[in-house]
């Protein structure tokens, strides 16, 4: 605590005028916080949201369905408990137990957002924070340590398996009524296609990084004129191309639906970005690398596998992590095609005349959904960071 009182006095009272200015903005932004606040609570007509909430949540999805999205919900919070947990025993692990107590603070209280989406669906989400809690609390740090070791190697599968399930779920699967991707909608629409994307977008941007640096010349260039083509269009065209172009070009009955169009169009535009994120952490590896891999008799092949990419994409993970970002704020445009992601149904609602100059309050219940997102993803680019660091980078003392 004393050293970060002296940090924030050294930063923001280092002299007179940068003390008055700290204080000035501080008032400022106390004076439009309790504007927004007092305004949050006694002012705004969160009707619209309660009302609506099931649509901005999960779009048209089938009411008697709904059964599904919280099952999903469920499976996926609780192997989330469980991986904390496990990570939790492994060391230099950054997330510690002052998460669980601001968890346990919103268990106790509540998120005043909750609160327009009805009583039912705050206990809902109230009790998918008790059943993280409790997958956290599962494992003693010895435990924790005995599954590192012996289902560590296993765990990313694990993860890939609940996803495809849920997907599988989800759509129709166990003989369940389908339900096509036109009706998904809202913020399940929106972290769905996010999180399909980055699945598919990071194995080929790795093979366009790759390509980039290949000493084949065909192999090179079609990986360069890729990369420069989706870099130099704007993301809205090329999503109206894919939507236009793909069902014209495809014989009848054999376009793919409206859903999958748009999701293959932003996982080749992220792979895009990603490659030249993932091509800066290749050159920044040493030459030694190389020649030591190449010394030890591996391959071509083996040295990239094994000992330059891993390292590469440890260098750049910040920059991938930004991209991850990124991503989740384009899926915004997918309204504009006629998608029904979070904006889109956003807009639908405001378009009703009951709801008519509400702008307001479903504008800032977005506004905090998308911080919400993009906070966690960057949370977990920080911690992936840190448990990937070097110990040898991270004993360089700072410069002072």
Excluded at 2 to 25: E, Y
Excluded at 256 to 281: C, K, N, S
Excluded at 310 to 338: E, R
Excluded at 357 to 381: K, M, Q
Aim: proline share 5%.
């Amino acid at each position: 605590m004393k050293r970060l009182t002296i940090s924030l006095r050294r930063q923001l009272f280092a002299t007179p005028a940068d003390g008055i200015i700290s204080v000035g903005l501080l008032a400022l932004l106390s004076w439009a916080g309790w504007g927004v606040l007092n305004w949050a609570i006694n002012s705004a007509q969160w009707l619209v949201v309660r009302a609506n909430a099931a649509a901005l949540t999960i779009g048209r999805y089938p009411e008697a369905q709904e059964w599904r999205l919280w099952l999903l919900l469920g499976m996926l919070t609780s192997l989330a408990g469980l991986s904390w947990g496990r990570l939790r025993g492994a060391s230099g692990w950054p997330l510690n137990d002052r998460i669980a107590a601001g968890l346990l603070l919103v268990l106790a209280v509540g998120v005043p957002p909750l609160l327009a989406f009805g009583p039912l669906n705050q206990i809902r989400v109230l009790f998918l924070l008790l059943i993280l809690l409790l997958g956290r609390l599962a494992f003693s740090h010895r435990l924790s340590q005995a599954l590192s070791k012996r289902f560590g190697d296993w765990w990313a599968l694990i993860w890939g398996v609940a996803y495809v399930f849920g997907l599988w779920l989800i759509a129709g699967g166990l003989g369940l009524q389908a339900v096509r991707p036109s009706d998904w909608g809202g913020l399940l629409f929106t972290l769905l296609i996010t999180s399909l994307t980055l699945l598919l977008a990071l194995p080929l941007g790795v093979i366009l990084a790759l390509g980039r640096r290949s000493s084949l010349p065909l192999f090179r260039y079609i990986s360069v004129g890729i990369i420069e083509l989706i870099r130099g269009a704007p993301l809205i065209t090329l999503l109206f191309l894919g939507q236009n172009l793909v069902g014209f070009l495809a014989p009848n009955g054999l376009a793919p639906d409206r859903v999958w169009r748009a999701t293959g169009v932003l996982t080749v535009f992220a792979a895009a970005y990603l490659a030249e994120a993932i091509r800066g952490g290749l050159n920044a590896i040493p030459r030694g690398q190389f020649e030591a891999a190449r010394s030890l008799g591996l391959s071509n092949v083996h040295t990239m596998a094994l000992v330059v990419l891993p390292q590469a994409l440890k260098v750049a993970l910040p920059a991938m992590g930004g991209q991850c970002i990124s991503l989740l704020q384009d899926t915004t445009l997918l309204s504009i095609i006629g998608l029904f992601d979070l904006l889109g149904i956003a807009r639908s609602v405001l378009a009703n005349p009951d709801w008519l100059g509400r702008y307001a309050e479903v504008y800032l219940l977005l506004a905090v959904l998308y911080w919400c997102s993009c906070a966690a993803l960057s949370l977990g680019s920080r911690a992936l960071e840190k448990r990937l660091a070097s110990p040898g980078l991270q004993s360089i003392p700072k410069p002072q």
